[in-house]
């Protein structure tokens, strides 16, 4: 994917303009990056005061010596466009690059994403800086790849905003009454007569218009993705063969993701887990979805941008990571498709929110420390695999969909737990169900282009807004032999989130052999069951009540006054096969139910084996990565003859605790 460089990389974020002053620190960074076993960094992500302090006139000097230094030491460089921070003084005379808020207020200079996306000046600024970086940097040896921004968020309401989603609008519907249809705006009578008099949802305006609602988030969505194609521009014209990546975050809600991969060439993110809290192994879970995530974003390896060697500094419990913790969530990334692991930050500042956030250097300025013998070993270990791992394929036979629209349009509905319907937990709950198995998973949305084909199971958890014609492909795939797994408040709604009138799930009741008739939302504290012939399991949240259409019921309902009805079934359609869960289960019965489902599909495991709780495997080209998330040493009976590539031995009996191993077959 980065042509001037073969092998994972291994790194971080690099701020040498806080340290100008100290040539001293600079030149110790080189030593102990060797020492650290790094070979890449990221540089100038904060850096647009220092490139150019005044208004045109721009300044590289340090930044020639900075990238000169680190490549005659060896150290490559992932060079940035300064967009994601502006300077102070582009704030003071131009006030249209400052967003306004949702109360429709200016904000003032200060933080970082305090930019609007939609700022013709704010975009033209951008051009030039990133013009001049490319015609500086792009054929330096050094540079191998372009850092776009920084972790984009956010949304503006400013006047340059409102008019661009009036624009956008119209691109979309053509006409007033086509809107005032798709937006069923007799509601209310909310009617618009004329484009003006539409203002984005707001704390001040109108926000009981839910197809508005996600009209907006697509729009941000939109400008978001625009904003980093012109910053590819820029920065490819000049050199189209030097890639380009933007760093992404884990549960991120504004964006959608699936649409802003595509002005990116390679994906990355930034993972920080709360490792060592109540439930290691949720985490863990968690944090797998999140890297499958984004390797299905453009379905080929990604790179972990940042990550912590320690501890962060925003959250409010900042726990250090326990010995071996840093191999093992390392080495998860890499396991789910991560050809990269980097940190936030190579070294601590002395001033601002984040002096005393982890990095691999402290204010010791030292490489005598725990953390910083963890990264050394996280770097030797990264050159140990890179010829069994490095740009080898993760290859699932499971996809689940997940979709940022339908995602938006289940947050704004207003029934069933209004407000907390959990989507993404929801879909965490069943990824986890299979990732506990060694299952590997894909991820896709609900484009047109979205192919289903060559999946031996698809699983489409609360997929309550039908848009690209997914119904239709969905019920291809069943016709045609694949496996289905739905669940409750599915097929609810269509792409402009209007009501699908007929039974439910949209098109697809005959696929599913039921239709849904009635959602019940559950208090705080109450519980239902789903029972089967193995056993009972709890049900927390939402229960939806089902009318057979030629289903077999597999669980019913343990109480209510719909106890005894169908809560899982199971039909035939076609050459394929379905599942419907009527109901939010326990863990356990997500557990029990693709236990079975991947028995009669047969889908690969990572291992054949039964691993105790907390231990998981995941494969990634010919290797098995053995993880162990528990602070317990754990033993392991395993079938056949493996070899440890961490240690060049065969597979011992016991896994440490947060022990990690790489096995290949003896």
């Known amino acids: 994917m980065i042509p001037r460089i073969t092998g994972f990389l291994h790194g971080g974020d690099y701020n040498p303009d806080q340290w100008l002053d100290r040539p001293d ?24 005061a220092m ?5 045109g006139k721009y300044d590289f000097a340090w930044l020639d010596q900075v990238i000169d230094r680190l490549y005659k030491g060896g150290i490559y460089v992932i060079l940035a466009t300064p967009s994601a921070a502006r300077p102070a003084w582009m704030a003071q005379h131009h006030e249209e690059v400052l967003r306004v808020n949702t109360q429709h207020l200016r904000m003032h200079f200060g933080e970082r994403h305090n930019h609007c996306l939609t700022s013709p000046y704010y975009r033209e600024k951008v051009r ?46 053509t006409t007033l009454e086509n809107l005032n249809q798709k937006w069923w705006t007799a509601f209310w009578s909310h009617r618009y007569t004329d484009w003006a008099q539409i203002e984005a949802p707001s704390l001040l305006t109108d926000r009981s218009n839910l197809a508005m609602r996600v009209d907006w988030q697509r ?65 863990a879970a968690e944090f797998a979805m999140n890297h499958d995530l984004m390797r299905s974003l453009k379905k080929q390896p990604f790179l972990l941008m940042e990550s912590t060697p320690s501890q962060v500094n925003w959250k409010p419990r900042n726990k250090l990571k326990r010995p071996g913790m840093h191999l093992l969530s390392s080495l998860q990334a890499v396991a789910h498709g991560s050809d990269s692991v980097q940190y936030f930050q190579w070294r601590k500042g002395r001033g601002g929110s984040e002096m005393f956030h982890g990095a691999v250097v402290g204010h010791d300025g030292t490489g005598d420390t725990r953390v910083f013998r963890d990264v050394a070993q996280v770097g030797k270990t990264l050159e140990k695999l890179e010829k069994a791992v490095y740009q080898k394929p993760v290859k699932a036979q499971v996809c689940i969909l ?97 009501a699908c009138l007929g039974e439910a799930p949209h098109g697809l009741t005959d696929v599913l052999g039921i239709r849904a008739t009635e959602l019940d939302a559950l208090y705080p504290g109450q519980e239902n069951g789903l029972v089967t012939e193995e056993g009972r399991y709890g049900i927390t949240e939402l229960c939806e009540i089902l009318q057979l259409k030629g289903a077999k019921v597999l669980g019913t309902y343990e109480s209510d006054f719909y106890a005894g009805s169908p809560c899982l079934t199971h039909h035939t359609f076609g050459k394929g096969q379905s599942w419907y869960l009527a109901a939010k289960t326990e863990q356990a019965g997500l ?50 003859k493996w070899i440890n590539l961490l240690t060049d031995v065969p597979a011992e009996a016991e896994i440490a605790p947060f022990g990690v191993w790489v096995l290949q077959k003896a």
């Open 219 to 283: 729009f941000m969505s939109h400008q978001c993705k625009t904003f980093i194609a012109a910053e590819r521009e820029a920065v490819q014209s000049v050199s189209p063969k030097l890639p380009c990546t933007a760093n992404l975050m884990e549960r991120f809600w504004d964006y959608d993701y699936f649409s802003l991969a595509e002005s990116m060439d390679i994906v990355s993110w930034d993972s920080y887990p709360e490792w060592h809290n109540e439930d290691n192994i949720a985490e």
């Open 402 to 498: 997940f979709d940022w629209e339908n995602r938006w349009a289940i947050d704004f509905a207003q029934t069933g737990q209004k407000g907390n319907m959990r989507y993404f937990d929801t879909v965490n709950m069943h990824y986890r169900a299979l990732w506990e198995k060694g299952i590997a998973v894909d991820f896709c949305d609900m484009r047109e282009s979205t192919d289903l084909t060559g999946y031996k199971l698809v699983i489409a958890p609360m997929l309550f807004m039908l848009r690209g014609g997914m119904e239709e492909k969905l019920r291809d795939y069943v016709q045609n032999g694949g496996a289905l797994v739905m669940t409750y408040f599915s097929g609810m709604v269509d792409e402009y989130d209007l």
């Open 51 to 55: 490139l150019e302090p005044e208004e």
């Open 25 to 48: 620190i600079l030149e110790k960074d080189i030593e102990l990056m060797h020492a650290a076993h790094v070979n890449c960094v990221s540089v100038g992500i904060f850096s647009w």
């Open 591 to 640: 557990n029990a139910l693709y236990g079975h489902i991947a028995d009669a599909l047969e889908i690969d495991k990572a291992l054949p084996d039964q691993l105790p709780c907390g231990v998981v495997a995941a494969k990634r080209g010919d290797c098995v990565f053995v993880q162990n998330y528990t602070h317990r040493a754990q033993t392991l009976q395993l079938t056949g």
């Open 128 to 173: 030039q800086i990133n013009t001049a970086l490319a015609q500086r940097y792009a054929a330096h040896p050094a540079v191998i790849l372009w850092h776009l921004g920084n972790e984009f968020g956010g949304e503006c309401h400013c006047p340059l905003c409102q008019q661009a989603f009036r624009d956008w609008l119209k691109e979309k519907y």
